[in-house]
């Protein structure tokens, strides 16, 4: 809440009898004016004389001597870590992670120019593993999650190198950032870090498929070990936050089969051998099952639906219709685990997830043999009743969950349902 | 057993970490240096002649762009047991010849063993066709000193052009000097 929404609205508060005129000075006190953004200015100012210099070194680079070019390489690495140093210790923790990221950054910069300066090739990661190194070294001494971040992209960025210049995966980085982060993350679930992590792990996971030259489809057996992790992790955000990109991945894969898995063209791109890959997949789900259980969390169960091998059935209506069936059940189940916890986020995931796999379904058994006007017709009508329909259910539900609350504050639950159904009918 | 991360972090270790880490930095980056140094210094010296490319592309930048004789090869010079792949990373064997010119006398899937006068140099397969391959070293790109790109520029339309390289015993390669190939008359 904004000071300035505090400002205005706390006079009408105190005329409506909500609170007292000592209350609202309470109030005010407790959120002083923040200090005005001057404090921007020397910042804005370093950094366009920062960028200056940029410039003037960068245009000369090539004439400068090596040596020169050495040290103003080592200069800037040492002085942005001791800056960051500096203002952690001046109590500036923004500003000090960042300064520490730079130097971060400028490691890894300062590898790749002095190896082109010296005109050298290397065959191996080993030169950019030290970048990611010291960048999972550096996120344990500061537990900074902007360090966290730089190094899961290092990560990705060595990786890719890796595997598209030098045509080997490093199994090394891969480690380093499973093991590494991974254990970091155990320890300190953070939700913005679990999704760039997942995310993180996913493009490593795609990675080692290419490398690999295997079936795209082993790609969700370290997608959903990443799944299964988030099933274990006591945090409830940060697991959840965890197992999000896996999710989405799988849901993808599985709403392109329905649109485009008819034709059996696929065949030798999705079909690894059967029963290694089921093995694979089973055994990642019984770390799941035990995760969830021993979580308390086993709801979560029809999740893994989306994981089920429908690539193996034969192209054509068959696969067409039993990837519907997931999609809905799939839907099904999110839209009741929502009823049930009253969340009103999974509600509209779940109502999105439903109109999309209705449209799919639609498109796929009708758009042959249909006028399309007529086609266009039904298809508008049957998205605007199922919205409609989408909607009560959630209005319902969450006036359903209005009383519990107002119960649970220790108002009665009468006066909160009389005080909520004309406001309500006014909205609408 | 104390966490890990808490023993990392805790105040009083903090500085001296961070000075460690920095300083290793500071080493490993000098290292890399050091290591240009070294491939001179200790490396097998092997010449190699380009191919001429679009001219208007040759210079490219700070870079000039080079095209190697001997990233052509026919399928005949390849020792492995399946055809080569795309982006596969493959070892030349190359033998230095009567005009101090090296040549590739095989690719090889695995590290072969150089005799007297050979070399090996790292690679990778870019190009599959039915009777040829074609590969790639990352020396396609020679940072020219300040103003002496012009020259190799104009050079390398009329004659293809002489790159020394550096292949240290550990792996490492490197470009020590590119100049005119001697005008035959």
Redo the contacts between chains.
């Keep these: 809440m904004s000071r300035r929404f505090l400002d205005t609205e706390s006079p009408g508060w105190v005329a409506d009898g909500l609170i007292s005129e000592a209350q609202r000075q309470q109030l005010l006190a407790r959120y002083p004016q923040q200090a005005p953004a001057l404090g921007l200015l020397p910042i804005l100012g370093s950094v366009l004389v920062g960028l200056s210099g940029l410039s003037v070194v960068a245009a000369n680079w090539?004439?400068l001597p090596?040596a020169l070019r050495?040290a103003l390489?080592?200069g800037s690495?040492?002085g942005s870590?001791a800056a960051g140093?500096y203002f952690l210790r001046r109590g500036n923790p923004d500003l000090g992670h960042g300064l520490i990221g730079l130097?971060l950054i400028l490691?890894g910069a300062?590898?790749i120019l002095?190896?082109?300066?010296?005109?050298?090739?290397?065959?191996d990661a080993s030169?950019l593993l030290?970048w990611v190194v010291?960048g999972v070294?550096?996120s344990?001494?500061?537990?900074s999650r902007l360090l966290v971040l730089l190094t899961v992209l290092i990560g990705a960025a060595v990786q890719t190198y890796c595997v598209?210049?030098?045509?080997?995966f490093s199994y090394v980085t891969a480690w380093l950032v499973v093991g590494g982060l991974g254990?970091?993350w155990w320890?300190?679930p953070d939700v913005v870090g679990s999704y760039v992590l997942a995310a993180g792990l996913l493009w490593q996971a795609g990675l080692l498929i290419i490398a690999l030259h295997a079936k795209i489809t082993w790609f969700f057996v370290p997608a959903m070990l990443i799944y299964a992790a988030g099933d274990w992790q006591p945090n409830r955000l940060g697991g959840r936050a965890l197992q999000v990109p896996p999710l989405v991945a799988a849901y993808l894969f599985m709403f392109g089969l329905a649109v485009f898995g008819e034709a059996d063209a696929y065949a030798n791109v999705l079909r690894p051998p059967l029963l290694p890959y089921l093995g694979a997949l089973v055994a990642v789900l019984a770390i799941s099952v035990a995760g969830k259980r021993a979580r308390g969390t086993l709801a979560t169960l029809p999740e893994w639906l989306l994981l089920l091998p429908g690539f193996y059935l034969s192209g054509g209506l068959s696969l067409a219709v039993a990837t519907l069936v997931v999609l809905y059940a799939h839907a099904g189940s999110v839209l009741a685990r929502a009823n049930r916890d009253h969340d009103s986020d999974q509600l509209t995931i779940g109502a999105v997830l439903f109109v999309a796999a209705t449209a799919v379904a639609y498109f796929k058994l009708t758009w042959g043999f249909m006028d399309k006007s007529l086609f266009f017709l039904i298809g508008g009508i049957l998205l605007l009743a199922l919205s409609w329909y989408l909607r009560r259910r959630n209005a319902q539900v969450l006036a359903a969950a209005a009383p519990a609350v107002a119960q649970q504050a220790g108002a009665p639950a009468l006066a909160a349902d009389n005080s909520e159904a004309p406001e309500a009918t006014r909205n609408s | 057993m104390t966490d890990l991360l808490s023993w990392f972090s805790a105040p009083a270790r903090r500085r001296p970490l961070l000075r460690t880490l920095v300083a290793a930095q500071v080493l490993y980056v000098l290292g890399v240096a050091g290591a240009g140094y070294a491939t001179t210094a200790l490396g097998k010296r092997v010449v190699l002649a380009t191919t001429p490319i679009d001219p208007r592309d040759l210079l490219y930048g700070d870079f000039v762009r080079l095209r190697y004789a001997i990233g052509e090869n026919p399928l005949s010079r390849w020792h492995g047991p399946e055809a080569p792949k795309r982006r596969q990373s493959v070892f030349v064997l190359l033998a230095t010849g009567s005009d101090s010119l090296s040549t590739a006398v095989g690719v090889y899937p695995q590290a072969p063993t150089p005799s007297v006068g050979q070399a090996v140099l790292r690679g990778w397969v870019t190009d599959v066709y039915p009777a040829s391959f074609n590969l790639r070293f990352n020396l396609e790109r020679y940072y020219v000193p300040e103003g002496s790109g012009l020259r190799l520029e104009k050079a390398g339309r009329l004659h293809p052009l002489r790159v020394r390289v550096s292949i240290a015993p550990w792996g490492q390669a490197r470009i020590t000097n590119v100049e005119a190939e001697p005008a035959k008359k």
């Excluded at chain 1, 002095?114 to 065959?123: M, P, W």
């Excluded at chain 1, 598209?164 to 080997?168: A, D, N, P, Q």
């Design positions: 090539q004439g090596a050495l390489l080592l690495l040492v870590y140093s130097g490691f300062s590898i002095t190896s082109q300066l010296y005109q050298l090739v290397g065959y030169g030290a010291a070294g550096l344990y001494v500061y537990g598209e210049s030098l045509g080997i254990y970091y320890r300190r």
